[in-house]
């Protein structure tokens, strides 16, 4: 059972219906003062804090690193607070959600986090001594593939690189976010905007393009390439590609709240350099350290 944490001043009525039908245990801080005890209570520990973007403070985010280091932090946004979102990301939220998006996208976000921020202790051991290491890796469509994917290359890259554990995590989200990226709207072909459509229409097309030829057999190649400075790291998919020019500006505050566009803001925003190559079914990203 994951136990998530939120701070909240009281004004996220939609709670409750969010974390509804889930087997999240929900733990409620009100104020800051009940933020610290939960923090300090060494009997239990946060599997995800989320914070309402309306109180979120840079003390704030030092207080949990400080504590927390290992608990990744969703922000949730507010139509009247975009300008904090891409600050509170360079700070250490790991993620972002409109405060107005539907419990099942939500849950959806949710849950890749939770996936995404499982640690594995025996594989760090084995990888401990290592330097330097490439990996290639052909993927099929299937997302459920992905999570396992991004722990392995998590955990080699805090071995490398020594980074800290929420630099582990962005890096991680950053891998997550391309990956999903390249199956979805590469191979697969569905376009974001989809999600604007009423019933589901973007769940159900994914779905069928999983079932459908030229789609399904579609494969997206991985090259991880870690060196004692930085990771380099190659995706390619089989799609059609897209003008990455005429992609709208994701740091823009006017298009924080789209239901569209918050992966590229994350991987811009987690990674030193994002290179799209024509015609932009291939992409690297590359980060320092």
Known sequence: MAHILIFDD???ASWP????ETSWKIHHAPAIKELRAFLSDESWQADLIIVNDSIVEEELFDE???AAPHVPILLMTCASERSTTIHSLQLGALSFIPSQAPPHEFRQVVDRILKLTR???DQQKTLKHCRQCSFEFLLDNDLSNIAHVVGHL???FASVSGSPVREQMRLAVAIE???QN???HGN????SKLKMEPDGAFEKMVQQRLQEEPYRDRKVQLIADFRPEAVSLQITDEGEGFDFFEVRDPTDPENLLLPFGRGLLLIRSFMDEVVYEPPGNKVTLRKHW
């Open 17 to 20: 219906e969010s974390c509804a």
């Open 188 to 191: 697969l072909g569905v376009s």
């Open 177 to 179: 976010e391309t990956l």
């Open 119 to 121: 640690f594995s202790r």
């Open 64 to 66: 949990i690193d400080s």
């Open 154 to 156: 998590r955990n080699v």
């Open 10 to 12: 009281g004004e996220g």
């Open 182 to 184: 390249a199956i979805i």
